[in-house]
């Protein structure tokens, strides 16, 4: 049985009147390993994650976690947003407690398990401070130490490191392949990227989707040894950007983009 398991799964928005359709009979399934997947903006890979959390529901299909439909959010499903979503009146350490708080755990458990996770994203010391203190990669470590904070056995990160410089990004991306490399969990990772580059390098699987309505139109094994960092300059690993690159390419001729909505498109907008 998969981890997660996506079955024709369809959404629609309405913008200014006008229907939107975002995704097309979506379907793949993730067991534990590494999945990033990548396709033109605004082909509904935000709107999947979303769904996939239990943030969104499908206008029909489904997603089925360890068999059973999601239909609500999940303590076993957390998500990494790529604005990062910290509350600026609470502190590092208060955003992370906020959803153990929500899970009905103790004061003292919240405290002892939002600085465990504090430290192992490397922000020991800065458990006090609030999110206009920090920069945004350390924003996003907290971002993903609130997410790990809930123990899930899957993390989905959209578009995790879109907003950083190089630098930051390069160090982020190491640190969550080190949490993912870890025996416990989550052992199951979706990231949504835009970087087909990062995906190559952090992805055991790539899937790419088409333009709006998205749906998979392929996808590339990426069997390259880990750590890959010293193999992203081999001919193998750009040989898998390319297969990559093509897949892209094809999709954005299947159908044409009718506007220029992102990737999520509230109903009430």
């Known amino acids: 049985m998969a981890i997660l398991d996506f079955q024709s799964v369809s959404k629609s928005f309405t913008k200014d009147m006008t229907r939107i359709d975002v995704l097309e009979e979506v379907s793949f399934t993730v067991d534990e390993e590494f999945v990033c997947i990548v396709g033109p903006s605004g082909c509904g890979k935000s709107t999947l994650l979303r769904i996939a959390a239990g943030l969104e529901h499908a206008d029909s299909g489904q997603i089925l976690f360890k068999g059973d439909p999601v239909i609500k959010p999940t303590q076993k499903i957390a998500m990494v947003f790529q604005l990062f979503g910290l509350l600026p009146w609470k502190t590092a350490i208060e955003n992370v407690m906020l959803p153990l708080e929500i899970a009905g755990l103790d004061k003292e458990t919240r405290s002892q398990r939002a600085r465990e996770h504090l430290h192992n994203v490397e922000l020991d010391g800065f458990e006090g401070t609030y999110p206009h203190d920090l920069s945004g990669g350390m924003k996003q470590r907290v971002g993903i130490a609130r997410a790990l904070a809930l123990r899930p056995d899957v993390l989905l990160m959209d578009e995790p490191f879109s907003s950083l410089d190089e630098l930051t990004a390069k160090t982020l991306r190491e640190m969550v392949l080190k949490i993912w490399r870890e025996p416990e969990p989550p052992n199951t990772f979706i990231m949504v990227s835009h970087n087909v580059e990062e995906a190559v ?17 392929g996808e590339v094994q990426v069997d390259i040894p880990r750590p890959r960092i010293d193999h992203c300059r081999g001919t193998q690993y750009f040989d898998s950007v390319d297969d990559v690159v093509g897949l892209l390419e094809k999709g954005k001729k299947m159908r044409p983009i009718s506007n220029n909505t992102p990737d999520h498109v509230p109903a009430s907008e």
């Open 201 to 217: 390098l952090m992805a055991d699987r790539v899937l790419v989707m088409s333009s709006r309505p998205g749906k998979v139109i």
